[in-house]
């Protein structure tokens, strides 16, 4: 039934059957019953829902808080829970490159609304490539990458892993720990079964980097390793340059394949090249690897669904065929990407003045997030909350991993109206010099009087 497997492993689609009802059966206990199952079909004809016995689910983790955080009325409130960037102001954010390149594809009365191609807007996929890895990448010149539109970071990630269910022949994942909430459920849907390597330490609020050694050291040979190309989520904890080159030079050693996931492009130094610095080492050696970007942040291109996975290959012969069989995966998910987004983005990437104008508004961005972290930790040192917060200004991106456990942030969400993921994760791209004064008393009496 399935030509492209060859082994006896169970497909993919049993995995990810598996995996669905294992995930069910621990969301609802009623699952494994099947009285409970056959009740509820009979219970039609009386009248009640053939449904009735589904449990509510949780919120998710990250995005329930702007649930939680949009019912309460208090004109204080404040929500760091969701990377999104804001103004000074408290105001999402369109960029002004963004508002000009929609307008001149709303002025241009030759474009249609026809269906794109499965792998998306040519030209958007080849400018992103040449983002990434840069425009005098080799990788590129050799015909050696293929790149396909997808539904931003998420969709893209979904799509590789996918891919990798299928086509690989080691379905081991390691991510980081901790990692974004949603790596291991795609992963694990995905048919890949996902396990950790060590990366913070929570006693230096740094890197844990013999831990991230040893693990990536003892994980068998082939296995997927999933890397933040930049501005780690949720920790804002990077590996220098020095340690991207040991853990390049141990995961080509152990034929470990790279997953990359690049969501915050130019959002950690301000500087797109610079941020892209950890993919273009591994892509610089001729190897093979994963790449999924991210328009949702570095264009604030949130709700577009903007973003692209690209897959490097050793010869163009391969990039070709595995981009025949990522069609395959794309058709049946979604079909085809959405042409809106991915218009504005290839307007702007493909005219220099506008990508100019582009580089400017970003870092803009990035400079106020670091100007935010400077402001929190002056607040802090000002109100002489016990603690050491150098890790506020030591830490990049978008978010910072305060130290702040769960009670303390139920506690400052319940007294202050400050609104973050339990992890104590807060977004500094939310904060503005008028609310950090705010957050910093929160901050101080959550610790003074909750530790
Ligand atoms: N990868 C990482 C590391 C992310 O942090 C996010 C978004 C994504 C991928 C996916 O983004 P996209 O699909 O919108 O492109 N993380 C956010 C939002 C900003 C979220 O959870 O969806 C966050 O608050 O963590």
Not at 12 to 36: G, K, Y
Not at 50 to 78: C, Q
Not at 222 to 244: K, R, S
Request: aromatic fraction near 8%; glycine fraction near 6%; proline fraction near 5%.
């Amino acid at each position: 039934m399935r030509p492209e497997l060859t082994s006896s492993s169970p497909s993919p689609t049993d995995r990810r059957l598996s995996a669905l009802v294992r995930h069910l059966a621990s969301a609802s206990p009623l699952m494994e019953s099947q009285t409970a199952i056959s009740f509820s079909a009979t219970a039609s004809f009386h009248g009640e829902s053939v449904f009735s016995h589904v449990v509510r689910a949780p919120e998710d983790p990250i995005l329930g808080v702007t649930v939680a955080y949009n019912k309460d009325p208090s004109p204080v409130k404040l929500n760091l829970g969701v990377g999104a960037y804001r103004t000074e102001e408290g105001k999402p954010l369109v960029l002004n490159v963004v508002r000009k390149a929609e307008q001149m594809l709303v002025n241009d009365r030759s474009r249609v609304k026809e269906y794109l191609p499965i792998v998306g807007l040519a030209e958007f996929n080849k400018l992103s490539a040449k983002l990434i890895f840069g425009a005098d990448s080799p990788a590129i010149r050799e015909n050696r990458v293929t790149t396909v539109q997808c539904l931003s970071g998420t969709g893209s990630l979904r799509v590789g892993a996918e891919f990798l269910a299928r086509h690989y022949h080691q379905r081991t994942i390691y991510i980081p720990q901790p990692t974004w909430g949603n790596h291991p459920k795609i992963f694990t849907l995905s048919g890949l079964s996902v396990k950790t390597y060590r990366y913070y330490d929570p006693a230096t609020r740094g890197l844990n980097f013999q831990g991230l050694l040893e693990d990536l050291g003892s994980a068998p040979s082939g296995a997927i390793v999933l890397l933040h190309a930049c501005a780690h989520n949720p920790t804002g904890v990077d590996p220098t340059l020095q340690q991207w080159e040991q853990i390049r030079r141990l995961m080509r050693s152990k034929a470990l394949l790279p997953f990359f996931d690049s969501a915050y492009q130019g959002f950690a130094s301000g500087n797109l090249d610079a941020d892209a610095q950890s993919v273009r080492m591994f892509v610089a050696d001729g190897g093979e690897c994963f790449v999924a970007q991210s328009y949702a942040k570095n264009m604030g291109l949130y709700g577009e669904r903007v973003g692209a996975l690209s897959v490097v290959c050793k010869t163009a012969d391969v990039a070709s065929r595995v981009e025949s069989q990522l069609k395959l995966v794309i058709r049946p998910m979604f079909s085809n990407p959405p042409i809106h987004g991915a218009s504005i983005v290839a307007t702007i990437l493909k005219d220099r003045n506008m990508y100019n104008d582009w580089t400017i508004e970003l870092k803009a961005m990035a400079d106020r997030i670091i100007s935010m972290r400077q402001e929190l930790f002056d607040a802090l040192r000002a109100r002489g909350t016990p603690g050491d917060w150098s890790h506020i200004i030591k830490q990049i991106g978008m978010f910072t991993f305060t130290g702040l456990n769960s009670e303390q942030v139920a506690f400052m969400t319940r007294e202050y109206h400050i609104y973050m993921t339990s992890d104590g994760r807060i977004s500094m791209a939310g904060l503005s010099s008028k609310t950090v004064p705010h957050l910093a008393d929160a901050i101080h009496a959550a610790v003074t009087r909750m530790s």
